[in-house]
């Protein structure tokens, strides 16, 4: 069965808006890394959208926004080429190497991941807090940034229940930034 991974850039008090990190050429280059581990990724509708206006058309083209550094093409080419799977009920189609998951998220995500390979992605906050709570991410990466928001959501709000982690790893990206993995204790 392949596991089922989730990462996150969090700041010191929890906020986890993708605006209030702190983007660096070490950081993309693990995201890619991560990503590049995962024979797919999925995405709720929120972040499929997001991920795809930011990163879809750089790594064709070769043409980046301004807000775009040189280092940051490496991972836009990653997550371009990456399988997707979308969970959302209101979309009609997707594409950008995607498709669509409906009906039951526990089934559907569990028939994924009992398929063979070295492991699924699932990208955003509001899906990893859903598949938190039907019991099926093996793996937690908090990637924690040196800044205090002071604003915004935070990871896992109104969890239903608490789950206990075991740290299995833990990684510094320079800049202060750490990465702490865990797995759930079983």
Known sequence: MRPLRH???????GCCDHRAGIPDEALHRHAAENLARADALLFGRVTYEMM????REPARTGVRPEWMDTWMLPFARTIDAAKKYVVSNTLKR????????RGDLSSAVQQ????PGEGLFVCGSKLAQALTELGLI???EVIVHPRIAGHG???FAGLSKHVELKLVSRQELGAGKVALRYEPKR
């Open 153 to 155: 959501p935070t990871l």
């Open 138 to 140: 093996d793996e937690y």
């Open 94 to 101: 997707v594409d950008w190497n995607a498709e669509l998951l």
């Open 52 to 55: 795809e206006s930011a990163w």
């Open 112 to 115: 994924l991941k009992e398929q």
């Open 7 to 13: 990462s996150i850039n969090v700041t010191l008090d």
